[in-house]
């Protein structure tokens, strides 16, 4: 299997037992001399916008319909999905794709693709890799439903057979 780089900026954190330099005193949980309380960190002012991807308002049934973002980074937007479904993708073994160095993995026939060179993966890796799926073509949503299907043709197989 090809490598493939990360997107940007998901790069995973390093712990502090990982660093380089071990583990520092400031680790004991207790907060540095001069450093700030720790507390929630402020809301966004007026005119500002929050830090990290932006991610769409959901919609009534944002779990069957693929929500599209107005993201100005020349990236589709990432598929708005709930938590327990994106941890049961994140399991499966069904092929994405995605481009090197872009944060978005695809189904095959998505149109953001046209003419880009792909390279397949198991979307658990895609997953573990930092990808997240595009609003366009909805791979979870669509992943997830091919699941339950096989799932429910499984169950009845069952039954059947009693």
Same mark, same amino acid.
């Given at each position: 299997?090809? %490598?493939?780089?990360?997107? =940007? ?11 380089? +330099? &071990? ?15 720790? !507390?929630?960190? %402020?809301?966004?002012?007026? !005119?500002? @916008?929050?830090? #990290?991807?932006? /991610?769409?308002?959901? @919609?009534?049934? +944002? ?10 980074? #020349? ?10 479904? %994106?941890?049961?993708?994140?399991? /499966? ?7 090197? &160095? $872009?944060?978005?993995? $695809? /189904?095959?026939? *998505? ?10 993966? +198991?979307?658990?890796? %895609?997953?573990? !890799? #930092?990808?997240?799926? *595009? +609003?366009? *073509? !909805? ?5 997830? =439903? ?17």
């Amino acid at each position: 299997m090809p %490598a493939v780089s990360p997107p =940007a900026g998901s790069a995973p954190a390093e712990s502090p037992a990982d660093s380089p +330099a &071990g583990p520092s005193a400031t680790d004991s949980g207790q907060p540095s001399a001069g450093s700030a309380p720790a !507390g929630p960190p %402020a809301p966004p002012s007026a !005119g500002s @916008t929050p830090a #990290g991807p932006l /991610l769409a308002e959901p @919609t009534p049934d +944002a779990a069957s319909e693929p929500v599209l973002q107005d993201v100005d980074d #020349g990236e589709p937007g990432i598929e708005r999905v709930a938590v327990r479904d %994106a941890l049961r993708v994140a399991q /499966l073994p069904d092929e994405v794709v995605v481009v090197d &160095g $872009h944060p978005r993995y $695809h /189904l095959a026939d *998505c149109p953001t693709l046209d003419g880009a060179r792909t390279t397949a993966l +198991a979307v658990s890796v %895609a997953r573990r !890799g #930092g990808f997240t799926p *595009c +609003a366009v *073509c !909805g791979p979870d949503a669509r992943l997830l =439903a091919r699941f339950r299907a096989r799932a429910a043709e499984r169950a009845s197989d069952d039954r059947d057979q009693l």
